[in-house]
């Protein structure tokens, strides 16, 4: 069965979650922006989400990690919590 690997940083608005992806596309590290700007308990860990199977996160999340790149950040992805900047780590299909 496919799983996946991903980590994120959650936000609570659209805004936000754009300059924080403008600093991860100057090089900023992804974990250093998860831990200070997430909103998620992950951000503690650098935005890591472990592993997971399809359907154990919501819909629009799912959506992103089993069909994007692996290593390029995606979002913002809008979903009942917030903003996602989501990055797969590993995919297995």
Same mark, same amino acid.
């Given at each position: 069965?496919?799983?996946?690997?991903?980590?994120?940083i959650l936000?609570?608005?659209?805004? @936000?979650?754009?300059?924080?992806? /403008?600093?991860? $596309?100057?090089? =900023?590290?992804? *974990?250093?922006?998860?831990?200070?700007?997430?909103?998620?308990?992950?951000?503690k860990k650098?935005?890591?989400?472990?592993?997971? @199977?399809?359907?154990?996160?919501? /819909?629009?999340? $799912?959506?992103? =990690?089993?069909? *994007?790149?692996?290593?390029?950040?995606?979002?913002?992805?809008?979903?009942?919590?917030?903003?996602?900047?989501?990055?797969?780590? @590993?995919?297995?299909?």
């Open positions: 069965m496919a799983s996946v690997t991903a980590r994120h936000v609570a608005t659209e805004k @936000k979650c754009l300059d924080v992806k /403008k600093k991860l $596309d100057k090089g =900023v590290p992804f *974990a250093k922006m998860a831990k200070a700007h997430s909103t998620c308990p992950s951000g650098g935005g890591a989400l472990g592993k997971f @199977k399809p359907g154990q996160m919501v /819909k629009e999340f $799912d959506q992103v =990690v089993f069909s *994007a790149p692996i290593g390029v950040v995606q979002g913002p992805v809008k979903t009942e919590f917030g903003y996602h900047l989501v990055e797969v780590t @590993k995919r297995v299909d």
